[in-house]
């Protein structure tokens, strides 16, 4: 069968990213900032000596936006957060997910599971330094044994809950 080129670089750059991590980073990787990362940079614009990331934006799906449609957001939300009432994992999940996590247990919750990870890493790398510095220093205090909700509270000076609209509000 002939494979689209496009899918074939976007799967390339998706699994070298994966495979960076690690040698870059001498501790553990989280799998939302591995997946994050990878899907983050996957999509790159490649020409000559440039490359351009961040531009494309990852895309849930039309099951996911026609059960938005049905609950429309209310008043004082905005679509990201008509996605995170119908269809995303509170941060503190996120956080802790795994890779045999129940996050990943079928197509569509992988779907929005990596569509957090991917906006934490957008967050981070494109839209607030703040956030990037306290994501590294997350890193950091999760890889010295912190527990999760320490880890936040010492890094971001927020609760997971706090954090949690921070991110998708």
């Not at 839209?127 to 890094?155: C, G, H, M, Q, W």
Request: charged fraction near 25%.
């Amino acid at each position: 069968a002939d494979s689209d080129p496009d899918e074939l670089r976007l799967s390339v750059f998706h699994q070298a990213a994966h495979n960076y991590l690690p040698a870059q980073f001498n501790a553990e990787i989280p799998l939302w900032f591995s997946e994050g990362l990878a899907l983050f940079l996957a999509p790159n614009e490649v020409e000559d000596t440039k490359v351009v990331l961040g531009e494309r934006r990852f895309e849930f799906g039309t099951a996911a936006d026609e059960r938005v449609q049905k609950s429309p957001p209310g008043p004082d939300e905005n679509v990201r957060q008509g996605h995170a009432r119908e269809d995303w994992y509170d941060t503190g999940a996120l956080l802790a997910a795994r890779a045999d996590s129940r996050l990943l247990s079928t197509g569509e919750n992988a779907h929005y599971m990596q569509g957090q990870c991917w906006l934490m890493a957008h967050k981070a790398f494109v839209d607030d330094e703040k956030f990037r510095e306290s994501i590294f220093k997350y890193l950091d205090a999760v890889n010295s044994f912190t527990p999760i909700d320490k880890a936040v509270r010492k890094t971001f000076g927020l609760s997971v809950a706090e954090l949690d609209r921070i991110i998708y509000g």
